[in-house]
């Protein structure tokens, strides 16, 4: 049943107070909920329209109004409902359920992970555990009383303030929190467990003193510190940069092993997926520890956008996504470079969010629709969410940004609101008009802006012609043009900025600046332009849009060596590798010899030869584009040809550049104590994407330093670039030893053994499905832990594009087997699943028909949960 955003409506009845009583068994739980309601007077006057509560595999024991037990004729259930007929415009409600947290595989509502209970309520989880007005525009004060046995259940935890606590018989404990911010069910969480406790404070800004506390299984305590650490910089981070202040006592954080997401934002106990709070330098990468740092921030950071203002309705959801990837990502970028921040910030947009705009889930990041929720939970709605309010704070400057968020919050707080109130109070504070903006939120679809430069030296000018249009996507056949933010700069001859002055200022106003472009066509003109120029264009990807310019190869080069931006020289590198990877790709499928275009190679050895530049920004420029981001690119994409040709291509760059890179890998190598500053993280970096390339040279130098590299690393991230190398090469000797070293020295950190079955998943050689198809039968595997299930099949159907897509259809059909065993299980997992098979369009026909013939095969089967239904159908309209 799909759901539309224009039929949203009010409820009829409004929950003020909520007590709920969990009585926790090893098979079931009772929860006895206590519920104040009210009619929604402002939409029914005097009526009394029925009660109709959310509920989803409850079995349903009792119900009272105002103490007076119902009689099932009282009342009507059905798989989604429960009916009643309030008799009064204000009541208590007391309903009895019984749940099997132990049977719910899905993970969604409360369910046990390992020997814990735990809960995911967003969006719709909480109608698993009672019967409620499950929806973000009821909010309501919560308090929620605990009780298990005691030995095995030492910690209680819900939102807010322990209030009370005390034993029962029978070895029995329990614990009431009371949690005074009224919220929506969705950011209801519960946990008991035997659990340890890492504990901290923090002063806020006014002089309160928090309680920290980070819960996690008691093998796990010493992998703590950096999620902790990170916590209290987001907490000041959040002070300084948006003036928010934590409004609770206590704050803490759980982590469980199985969990759909990365991390929840449950009003003072969030509770996150394991591999998004644990990070030691044996165990972790320094990837990982940059995510356990952004997703706490993340969570930490929706305690104002998402908890205290939160959604009206989930069509709003990137009010709260959108806006804290933001703030995430501008936290993440103060705390590391903030260039190479937003490399990889743009890299992970253009390879996987562009993908999903041109795909059949397109959608806007407001949709108008959906059938299940849980599938929009989407790169579009929170990545290119991001980039929208990116472009408004660029659009605003950092200081009339703040202006709009600091009336937001002020206005909105303890709300229920939509990304027009947003956008709204970002005008009022400003003065602004962002109706043609908002088209960001309702147009799906990448925009592409096609951009034509023109010099005249007889007047001196230099004009810029913009051209937008967008593609269609699904429901949207025509596009209005989008107000686009082009940051840019003009640069003479040596590379410097000139002064832009446009035809219509009295004056020249710097040498940077941002052009709105809002017209299908639009010209910007700049005078006193004394030579011909190269524009330096939307720096810092200052809109989420494809920009063409008509660069010459030299031009890429230079602006590679020359362009005063950091992010743009990037741009400038990419691109230029991009295009001769295209090419190639040409050259290779018409049966012609390859030649590498020495440009690309005189770009690199002049990064190689620059001591001055960042290592960490160095090693972003040497990395090529990804083979997704390159199937993104292309119309019909030659899977084969791609990665045939960009392999041949690094292994070009390797032998080429071999001598240079040694003594830079040497002198990188240094031996010192492991340390986890931004400064050794950027060497690292740098460091083993050397080894990468050295392990490519056939000489064969690279193989013993390799294998030393992995034997006497002093950190996780140093011992997997190693292992990395050494799978991906044709040393088997070597390569078993290690993977069974690896396997054996980490076989009880679950977290270690999902990044050894996804390098193992990912690596291109063929034979790659059988080999993921062994590892399914390995002890650590498990079709019921998601990580388990990304780190193998998710990084096969995902990273090793050549095998998933092999001509004989065996990897679509091994992805549509998994799903149709994982959707009876977990329908979010299973539906996520499908991503890969719905981009069918970018192949040829011969693989368009086999993934088509999977995904016909899928919907075929019975029982299909709504998630993956939504998906497959959508994927073969
Ligand atoms: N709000 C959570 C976050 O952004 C994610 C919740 C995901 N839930 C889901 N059903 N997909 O961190
Ligand atoms: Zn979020």
Not at 149 to 175: I, M, T
Not at 397 to 409: C, I, Q, S, V
Not at 529 to 556: H, N, W
Not at 761 to 776: K, T
Request: charged letters at 25%; hydrophobic letters at 40%; one cysteine or more.
């Amino acid at each position: 049943k799909t759901i539309y955003l224009k039929d949203y409506e009010q409820p009829d009845y409004w929950i003020s107070e909520t007590h709920l009583t969990f009585d926790l068994h090893d098979d079931h739980a009772l929860v006895h909920s206590r519920l104040s309601v009210q009619l929604n007077a402002d939409k029914h006057g005097q009526a009394l329209p029925a009660l109709m509560l959310d509920g989803q595999n409850l079995e349903l024991l009792s119900v009272a109004i105002d103490d007076e037990a119902l009689a099932s004729s009282d009342y009507q259930v059905d798989a989604n409902t429960l009916r009643l007929q309030p008799a009064s415009a204000s009541f208590d409600l007391a309903i009895t359920t019984r749940i099997k947290p132990r049977d719910n595989t899905a993970l969604e509502g409360l369910y046990q992970s390992g020997a814990m209970f735990c809960t995911q309520c967003e969006a719709e989880g909480f109608r698993k555990i009672t019967y409620y007005l499950d929806r973000p525009d009821v909010m309501s004060r919560f308090t929620t009383t605990v009780i298990a046995e005691r030995g095995d259940y030492p910690v209680l935890l819900s939102n807010g303030n322990p209030v009370a606590s005390g034993d029962h018989e029978g070895g029995r404990h329990w614990v009431t929190w009371e949690d005074p911010f009224p919220k929506p069910a969705y950011l209801f969480a519960l946990v008991a467990g035997d659990l340890c406790l890492i504990q901290d404070s923090f002063t806020t800004m006014s002089g309160r003193e928090i309680d920290l506390r980070i819960y996690v299984e008691p093998e796990n305590r010493e992998q703590c510190a950096h999620a902790m650490d990170s916590l209290k910089r987001s907490m000041r981070w959040d002070e300084e940069v948006y003036g928010r202040e934590y409004d609770l006592d206590i704050f803490m954080i759980v982590a469980v092993n199985d969990f759909n997401m990365g991390a929840m934002e449950n009003k003072g106990l969030n509770i996150f997926n394991s591999s998004c709070v644990l990070a030691h330098a044996d165990t972790a990468t320094d990837l990982a520890f940059q995510r356990v740092e952004a997703v706490v921030a993340h969570e930490y950071f929706h305690n104002w956008s998402g908890n205290r203002v939160t959604c009206r309705d989930w069509f709003q959801l990137s009010l709260k996504e959108g806006f804290t990837v933001l703030r995430d990502s501008q936290f993440s970028a103060d705390m590391n470079s903030e260039t190479v921040n937003r490399i990889e910030g743009v890299t992970f947009l253009r390879a996987n969010q562009f993908a999903e705009d041109a795909g059949p889930m397109a959608h806007p990041v407001r949709p108008d629709s959906f059938i299940e929720i849980s599938n929009f939970y989407t790169l579009t709605v929170y990545e290119k969410g991001a980039e929208v309010v990116r472009m408004l704070h660029t659009l605003l400057g950092a200081e009339g940004f703040r202006k709009g968020t600091d009336l937001y919050f002020d206005r909105h707080d303890g709300q229920a609101v939509t990304c027009d109130d947003f956008v709204k109070a970002l005008e009022d504070a400003n003065g602004a008009d962002f109706t043609q903006f908002k088209r960001w939120y309702s147009q799906a679809g990448t925009p592409r802006l096609a951009v034509e430069g023109r010099y005249d030296a007889a007047a001196a000018t230099f004009s810029l012609l913009f051209r937008q249009s967008c593609p269609p996507t699904p429901g949207q056949s025509e596009k209005k043009p989008q107000v686009i933010p082009v940051r840019m700069a003009l640069l003479d001859a040596q590379g410097l900025e000139m002064p832009l002055q446009l035809a219509d200022e009295a004056q020249a106003q710097g040498t940077e600046r941002v052009l709105a472009v809002t017209e299908a066509e639009q010209l910007f003109t700049f005078t006193g332009i004394s030579e011909q120029p190269l524009p330096s264009l939307l720096r810092g990807f200052s809109a989420p849009v494809k920009m063409t310019y008509p660069y010459s190869r030299d031009d890429r080069v230079f602006l590679a060596k020359h362009d005063p931006d950091g992010f743009n020289r990037w741009e400038a590198s990419q691109a230029l590798a991009v295009e001769i990877l295209q090419g190639l790709v040409g050259i290779h499928r018409a049966g012609r010899p390859l030649m590498l275009d020495q440009r690309l190679l005189d770009v690199y050895r002049t990064l190689l030869a620059d001591s001055t530049l960042d290592p960490a920004m160095v090693a972003e420029m040497l990395r090529l584009p990804s083979e997704a981001y390159l199937v993104e690119l292309a119309d019909v994409a030659d899977i084969d040809g791609i990665h045939y040709v960009r392999d041949w291509v690094r292994q070009e760059l390797a032998v080429a550049l071999e001598a240079e890179m040694w003594p830079l890998y040497q002198a990188l190598n240094d031996q010192v104590p492991y340390s986890p500053s931004a400064a050794a993280v950027a060497r690292r970096s740098l460091k083993n994407t050397l080894l990468g390339y050295l392990m490519l040279c056939p000489s064969g130098k690279a193989l013993d330093v390799c294998v030393r590299q992995f034997v006497e690393a002093n950190n996780m991230t140093d011992r997997q670039a190693a292992l990395v190398a050494l799978v991906n090469s044709s040393y088997d000797e070597q390569k078993r030893a290690a993977l069974s070293d690896f396997a054996e020295r980490w076989q009880s950190y679950p977290l270690v053994m999902d990044q050894w079955f996804s390098i193992q998943a990912a690596a291109s050689q063929p034979g790659a499905l059988q080999r993921v198809q062994e590892l399914m039968q390995h002890p650590a595997f498990s079709m019921r832990n998601p990580n388990k299930i990304r780190s193998l099949i998710g990084a096969f159907a995902n990273q090793n594009l050549v095998n998933f897509h092999s001509a004989d259809g065996s990897g679509y059909r091994f992805l549509a087997d998994r799903i149709l065993q994982l959707d009876p299980l977990n329908p979010q997992i299973a539906a996520r699943l499908l991503t890969p098979l719905t981009r069918w369009r970018k192949y040829d026909e011969a693989r368009q028909a086999l993934m088509k013939a999977e995904l016909s095969r899928i919907i075929a089967a019975e029982n299909l949960s709504p998630d993956v239904y939504e998906v497959v159908s959508k994927s073969l309209v």
